[in-house]
């Protein structure tokens, strides 16, 4: 069975750092583009970051440029987003999600989607 985890999410003050993972199990980890999504509460989800799994390369959505980075370890079937000079209005669930091929924006695109982890950021 095809599964994601999140892990990572906290409580942090404006302007500090934490790193997200999502662990995949039961499917070709290689052969998947993974995105990182989140919702605010009153928000639509949106797209935050996205690598493709055969090459690596990575997107970020505008807002997220130059703090946010992605990356994977294929050894450990594992993508890794770590969030610099956090901003209040980063403040969301986080989600991982895992789709056939290259990853997208599209998130009716996507294949599996992990439970979410909340990331909380205070002034």
């Known amino acids: 069975e095809a599964q994601l985890v999140e892990s990572g999410g906290g409580l942090v003050q404006a302007g500090g750092s934490l790193r997200l993972a999502c662990a995949a199990s039961g499917f070709t980890f290689e052969d998947y583009g993974i995105g990182w999504f989140r919702q605010a509460p009153g928000k639509e989800r949106e797209g935050v970051s996205l690598i493709t799994g055969n090459d690596g390369r990575t997107f970020y959505t505008d807002s997220v440029k130059g703090r946010f980075t992605i990356s994977n370890d294929n050894a450990k079937n594992t993508v890794y987003l770590q969030m610099n000079s956090l901003k209040l209005e980063d403040s969301a669930v986080y989600y991982c999600?895992?789709?056939?091929?290259?990853?997208?924006?599209?998130?009716?695109?996507?294949?599996?989607w992990g439970q979410g982890t909340q990331v909380t950021v205070s002034s």
């Open positions: 999600a895992a789709v056939f091929g290259r990853a997208t924006w599209d998130e009716s695109e996507y294949d599996y």
